[in-house]
Structures are given as structure tokens and as C-alpha cells.
């Protein structure tokens, strides 16, 4: 608890412009976790990440303000101890790879997808880097297209599941980007505007991108996901439970295999993953809450239990998603996220 109020204290100070005393570089040195300061570069990187604290705290302290986002404590930990570092490993990566880096990140709803690829795009801009985010839903198919495809399956009653996708878009995106850009032929960002019919959404005008692009981070709620043997679906957790759950489980299994070629794209995957799954039906209801007090309008506690649970029948996270995080080849970075949304353990598989 002492060293925590240390902490906080210290970071409060570098936040304000201080410059890092060196008692302090030594408390706040680590040599434990995934993003640890070894003994090799020691008090030089603990000071790297000091430093890049001091000038990068301010915006990102405004950029949580804008997001809406509470404590403050908790901005000051995560900052520190995940997105400071993340950002410092991907520029790593970056240079060591020689083109393109493209990560992955993988998690379901209210695990911070949206707020990690803000913020590490605000501290890769500090660090001289080039960096855009990328959403799976950037890649849905036309309204026209999902409506014929809601018609030959009515099964599928919203957008989200594998199959409402442009996989052909993404492959042709991601391989563009891999190969950089230039002024003869600038990149066209999918993008996608989820008000659009109601709610039903549509595409919106592209982005246009002419500079290049250092570091693409591409997130979504089964980014990465790889389809099961048949036989993973013999006993499957509620609420697959009807034999028209898991036929539909089955046919959402197979719809997956279309996506196997936009993964190998990938060059790095982490899992935002929450200690207990069940945590999303809970962050969502605080989410609609949130909308509706604020005069949007939102989802009732018992439309949000049939939403989610719609998905879970799509793609359960027992089967598909915690796998992953014990997969080296497939996962690099596992984040476990708490029921107040902050993180738990990092690791690697």
C-alpha cells in the first residue's frame, strides 16, 4: 500500500513537468511482469519511460477526459504500466520488423479496445511514430448486402457474427498497408457508421491515407479467432443448450474459416481478456445505463441479457477465446482485466 501511494505520488509529480530524482527511478524499477526493466538496461529504462511519462502525460490525461473515463488513479496505473510500456515494445517491433506492424488486439465488449488503441496511438505520436486503428466493424458488409445475407440465414438478426464481414476488404487492406504507401497511390481506410438505418449501419466515406504507416492496431471482438474441431461443441456451456444452438454454433464455426487469411496478417496478437467472461453482460448494462441518463436511448437489462448472450451462442468465450491465451504461437501478450476495468496480470503464453 506504502509503495502504491508512492506511486501515485510520483507520477503525479512527473506528470506536472518534475524531472525524475533518482530514488525514484529505483522504486518504480520492476524486474517482474512482461514488460519488466531488466537488469541490462536497468535505471536507463526506467528513466526512457520517465521521460516519455512527462511529455505525453498531458494529452493523454485529456484524452481520458474526452472519453469520459473516471478515476484518475486508475488512468495514472494503466498509463504507467500498460500503455507507456506497450507503446515502447511496438516501436521496438516496428524497427526490428523493417516494414508495417500489424497488431492485433482481441476483446469482447467494455474491455478497453477502443481507449488502448487511442491511447497508444497518442504515445507512438510522441515516440515519432505513424500509427492508425482499425476496427472489425470498419470491415462490415453493405446494408444492402447484410440484409440479403440476414434473408438465405435469419439466424443472423444482427450485425457482428462472423459471416457479416468483408474479409476480401480486409486481406486487400492489410497486404496494402504491409507494402506502405506513396503519393501515387494513396490507402483507402474502410469506415463504418453504426447510427446509420436505425441502428442496422452502414459504410461511411473511406479515410484517405498518403503518409506511411508505421503501425496498424486492429481490433475487434473475435480478432484472431481461430475455428474449433467439430467436437468442441458435444458439451458446450450455456446457453448453448438447444441442438439449434449448436447447430449454430457449428455453422458460425465454419463461417470463421473465411477469416483464417486476414489473420495470418497479423503480425502480433493480444487478448484483452476479463477474469470472468460474464463480466460483459455487466459492463454493457452500466454502458445503456450511462446512454439513457444522459437522454440517448439505450437497451432495456433484459435486452441486453438476450444481445449477449445472441453472441455467446455465436462464438462462446469458453471455447474460443481461452484457448488462445495458452497459445505462444498464436498470442503474445495476454492483459486480464478486472471487474472494475483494471488490469490484472500481464503475460505472455
Known amino acids: 500500500m506504502v509503495k502504491y501511494v508512492k506511486l501515485m505520488t510520483i507520477l503525479q509529480r512527473w506528470g506536472e513537468g518534475k524531472r525524475p530524482q533518482r530514488e525514484e527511478l529505483e522504486l518504480l524499477g520492476t524486474s517482474e511482469g512482461v ?129 457479416t464481414h468483408d474479409v476480401e476488404l480486409g486481406v486487400q487492406l492489410l497486404e496494402q498497408l504491409r507494402q506502405g504507401t506513396s503519393r501515387v497511390e494513396p490507402i483507402f481506410l474502410p469506415r463504418f457508421d453504426k447510427s446509420a438505418y436505425n441502428g442496422a449501419g452502414e459504410r461511411t466515406e473511406p479515410e484517405e491515407i498518403n503518409h506511411q504507416v508505421d503501425i496498424v492496431l486492429f481490433e475487434g471482438w473475435f480478432v484472431g479467432v481461430r475455428p474449433l474441431d467439430e467436437k468442441a461443441f458435444d458439451m458446450a456451456p450455456p446457453p448453448i443448450i438447444t441442438a439449434e444452438d449448436r447447430l449454430f454454433a457449428q455453422d458460425t464455426n465454419e463461417r470463421l474459416k473465411e477469416y483464417l487469411p486476414l489473420w495470418e496478417l497479423l503480425d502480433r496478437l493480444m487478448v484483452l481478456y476479463p477474469v470472468d467472461y460474464r463480466l460483459s453482460k455487466q459492463w454493457r ?65
Open 35 to 163: 514488460f519488466a526493466i531488466g537488469a541490462e538496461n536497468g535505471l536507463e529504462g526506467i528513466e526512457r519511460r520517465a521521460n516519455l511519462w512527462r511529455s505525453v502525460y498531458p494529452d493523454l490525461l485529456q484524452l481520458c477526459q474526452k472519453l469520459g473515463l473516471g478515476k484518475s488513479e486508475l488512468i495514472l496505473t494503466t498509463s504507467w504500466h500498460f500503455w507507456l510500456p506497450l507503446g515502447l515494445q511496438l516501436a521496438h517491433c516496428k524497427e526490428k520488423l523493417g516494414r508495417t506492424l500489424i497488431q492485433g488486439i482481441l476483446g469482447g465488449q467494455g474491455t478497453g479496445k477502443t481507449t488502448l488503441a487511442a491511447a497508444t496511438k497518442l504515445i507512438l505520436k510522441h515516440l515519432g511514430y505513424s500509427s492508425i486503428g482499425i476496427s472489425l466493424d470498419d470491415l462490415y458488409k453493405t446494408y444492402n448486402d447484410r440484409k440479403r445475407l440476414q434473408k438465405q440465414d435469419p439466424r443472423l438478426i444482427w450485425r457482428g457474427p462472423p459471416g
Open 285 to 349: 448494462k452500466e454502458a445503456e445505463q450511462k446512454a439513457i441518463a444522459s437522454g440517448k436511448s439505450g437497451m432495456t437489462d433484459t435486452e441486453i441479457e438476450r444481445f449477449v448472450e445472441y453472441f455467446w451462442r455465436c462464438l462462446h468465450p469458453e471455447l474460443f477465446i481461452t484457448p488462445l491465451i495458452s497459445n505462444p504461437s498464436l498470442v503474445n501478450l495476454v492483459v486480464e482485466i478486472q471487474p472494475d476495468r483494471s488490469i490484472g496480470n500481464m503475460y505472455s503464453p
